[in-house]
């Protein structure tokens, strides 16, 4: 089945570094959604993209939809201790709307 | 406003008992879709349910069973419990569901199956 694959799957940075995770789709996808989960705490939305190509910024987060509507990046910038948590994709499946495809999620700690 | 209410929090349960988890979306939302959560295993989709009918439905066995209410709220209910359902379960609502609606997720409740 389709599936959403997020990589890497835990990365460890130094607080000022930066950090990127990616996801990636078998298929083209409608939509992509990215949420985070702090530890012991329930996803919390951070973003859409839609558009081929849209990016999309939040202060020291940039996001990214590839042209291809099959992959898409977070990117933060200057790690800070606030940003640990787990960051995940979703993405909605073209041509059904109605159920997101998650990714595993890629966990992410700031040594200070 | 109010966020999702998941009840309860915690949860302790012995292998072969049932249990029933409750969530309490977002006033004015209609749609309720349940995950699993494990570690390493991500968030696994149970089910949606939107004006009290399953819209959408995951990749697990018929223990696993749910329902929504007039008011939105929604119930799950797990029987035959196993150890390997020892998870995090989450609810999230969310105006009209499908995809390109942002989810509002619940704190989750921990169940624990000893």
């Known amino acids: 089945g389709q599936q959403v694959m997020q990589i890497p799957q835990y990365q460890h940075v130094q607080e000022g570094e930066d950090f990127t995770t990616y996801c990636n789709s078998s298929?083209?996808?409608?939509?992509i959604q990215w949420y985070k989960q702090r530890p012991g705490g329930h996803p919390v939305f951070l973003i859409q993209?839609?558009?081929s190509g849209e990016v999309k910024k939040q202060k020291r987060l940039t996001f990214q939809f590839g042209e291809a509507k099959k992959n898409s990046s977070l990117h933060i910038t200057a790690t800070q201790t606030t940003d640990v948590g787990t960051y995940f994709c979703?993405?909605?499946?073209?041509?059904?709307?109605?159920?997101?495809?998650w990714g595993l999620g890629t966990s992410l700690a700031v040594n200070p | 406003k109010a966020g999702v209410t998941q009840t309860p929090r915690y949860l302790i349960k012995t292998r072969g008992q049932q249990v029933t988890l409750s969530c309490s979306p977002i006033s004015g939302h209609r749609s309720v879709s349940w995950y699993q959560q494990t570690p390493g295993q991500g968030l696994q989709f149970l089910f949606e349910y939107f004006s009290e009918t399953q819209r959408n439905k995951g990749n697990f066995p018929g223990r696993f069973s749910g329902r929504q209410f007039s008011n939105s709220r929604s119930e799950m209910n797990v029987s035959t419990l196993e150890l390997g359902d020892s998870a995090l379960y989450l609810c999230a609502s969310s105006w009209g569901g499908g995809t390109n609606t942002e989810a509002f997720f619940g704190q989750g409740t921990r169940l624990t199956v000893v």
């Open positions: 979703a993405g909605g499946r073209a041509g059904n709307n109605r159920k997101l495809i």
């Open positions: 298929t083209t996808l409608s939509n």
């Open positions: 993209l839609v558009k």
